[in-house]
């Protein structure tokens, strides 16, 4: 037997982005709460100024750096969607349709508003 | 009977379709030495106290594959699970998880079947071979890709393990997934595009959510979810790349 009504899932899209979210968090994530935690707010290791907001809105309006601030908001937030969802039954929700456009709807919006805010701070 | 004779306590989960609304526990006292197994136990209580109660079993030796239940909770071999290790405290044994009861320990595994028969779990040549071209040949390293996968025996313990499969029984599931893997990777196949379609549907290897229990639980090593993860993989490159390379069952 050999079931005919096979229907392709739509999962590797989602799978992707929560690998992809997961390997850069891994690689990148300890390093951000570090500066972003630790050595900037008690001015340890790096210089006082690493994070002051000429410094930020430079970062920002460069094209490495907008790119670089929305591949981890996005990635991260897709990660962690993915994540949620997949862990609800665990503490005993099942999980249905809305628990599923919450989550990914959540990284979705997080994902546009980064985009547009990146794109209205300017070059 | 010695005087120093241990006795366990063993509660079995019974479930006689034909009487019971539900299933139940029953604790029965169970004499045993130190050598015996929980199946031996579940003997015992058959031949001995209730000749009623009912389990599957055959060789004795983690080989057929069919005394799999849950043993304190955790799906085990009931033939290589011994008594002594729970002693003195009371031992549960209960019908593999997620799975219909089709009577006390015995659980219906038609869900199952189909899927193993669904995944074609044999060499579909890549052409037509005659007598006269000999045996296959295959190098150490083509026999090693998949060897690991072939010694499942459809015990079930990796279903009874997973989340998943006990959310959505349509899944094909660990041992299903692993030996469509071992046909796969094996160098004399030439079925893998056919059998693709299946993990990468709705049915397939998604439906993981990598909690690696099956792994743990599997008396063979057989290590079902490398075969899954792997095809996660696989099914993400087919789900990607079909529209450049046109094969591997893309619809
Ligand atoms: S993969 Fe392991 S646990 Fe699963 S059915 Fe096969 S032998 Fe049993
Ligand atoms: S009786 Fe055969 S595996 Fe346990």
Not at chain 1, 47 to 70: C, E, V
Not at chain 2, 75 to 95: G, H, I, K, N
Not at chain 2, 168 to 185: C, D, K, M, Q
Request: aromatic share 10%; net charge neutral; charged share 15%.
């Amino acid at each position: 037997m050999k079931p005919t009504t096979l229907k392709r899932s739509n999962a590797p899209i989602f799978w992707a982005l929560f690998g992809a979210g997961g390997m850069l968090s891994a690689l990148l994530g300890p390093m951000l709460v570090f500066i972003t935690g630790i050595a900037v707010p008690l001015g340890v290791v790096l210089p006082p100024d690493t994070m002051s907001y000429p410094h930020m809105l430079a970062f920002a309006k460069n094209f490495i750096g907008k790119g670089f601030i929305f591949a981890i908001i996005a990635l991260f937030l897709w990660h962690a969607a993915h994540r949620i969802f997949h862990s609800l039954h665990d503490i005993g929700i099942h999980a249905g349709t809305g628990a599923k456009l919450l989550c990914y709807g959540t990284a979705m919006v997080g994902t546009l508003i980064a985009a547009y805010a990146l794109l209205a701070i300017g070059f | 009977m010695s005087e120093n004779q241990k006795v366990i306590e063993i509660e079995v989960l019974r479930y006689h379709p034909e009487k019971d609304k539900e299933p139940h526990k029953q604790v029965f006292e169970v004499p045993f030495t130190d050598d015996m197994s929980v199946l031996q136990g579940v003997q015992y209580i058959k031949d001995y106290l209730d000749g009623s109660l009912s389990f599957r079993w055959s060789c004795r030796m983690a080989i057929c594959g069919s005394c799999g239940m849950m043993i304190n909770g955790e799906p085990s071999l009931s033939c290589q699970t011994f008594l002594r290790d729970y002693y003195p405290a009371r031992v549960r044994v209960e019908a593999l998880s997620h799975f219909p009861i089709e009577r006390d320990l015995v659980i219906n595994m038609e869900g199952f079947i189909e899927k193993l028969e669904s995944i074609q779990p044999y060499i579909i040549p890549k052409e037509p071979r005659t007598l006269a071209q000999g045996e296959y040949l295959q190098t150490p390293e083509q026999l090693n890709a998949y060897e690991q996968f072939s010694s499942c025996i459809n015990c079930l313990l990796c279903y009874a393990a997973c989340p998943q499969f006990g959310l959505n029984s349509s899944f094909i599931g660990p041992a299903a997934t692993a030996l469509l893997h071992r046909y796969n990777v094996d160098s004399r196949d030439g079925g893998k595009a056919e059998r693709m379609e299946l993990i990468n549907s709705e049915e397939g290897v998604f439906n993981c959510t990598a909690v690696g229990y099956c792994s743990e639980v599997c008396p063979k090593h057989v290590d079902p979810a490398n075969a899954v993860n792997q095809n996660k993989t696989n099914a993400a490159a087919d789900y990607f790349l079909r529209f450049l390379a046109p094969k591997g069952g893309a619809k």
